[in-house]
């Protein structure tokens, strides 16, 4: 009987998880489709990219790597946009990096050009950033 409450204590744990990553994802793609900007999970970025798959990289910078991402249950037609995911090796980099990323997301939230491709959202998870970008290939 300990053993049965025990696996049944665990599925209803895991269903529970699955559930709140659910409304975290459907979250995400709302804000990203949304006419505001703001945050979305890392999770949803590492989901939508593919864990970061090499094959994914549509571009390379000195900060960080831009992967094609694909939210294929965000509707009707998969949600597709650009995530620039930023990471540097040192702490002073880092600083800057957190300055510069700052600031391009309160410049691109104030700013709109039909030159410049929008930007839909961002990620500051601790050490993890990452930049979200319509897509244009």
Known sequence: AEVARRQ???????????????????????????ADLGPVSFE??????????????????????????IDADSGIEPFIFAAKVLCCDNLEDRRALLRATEAEIKTL????????????????????HALLYEYEP
């Open 8 to 34: 049944a204590a665990k599925v209803a744990s895991q269903q529970a998880t699955a559930r709140r990553r659910e409304q975290q994802r459907q979250q995400d793609v709302a804000m990203l489709m949304g």
């Open 44 to 69: 949803y970025v590492q989901q939508c990219t593919g864990n970061f798959d090499a094959r994914r990289v549509v571009g390379e910078g000195a900060y960080g790597k831009v992967f094609l991402a």
């Open 109 to 128: 939230t104030h700013f709109s050009h039909p030159n410049i491709i929008r930007l839909l959202g961002f990620c500051m998870d601790g050490e993890q």
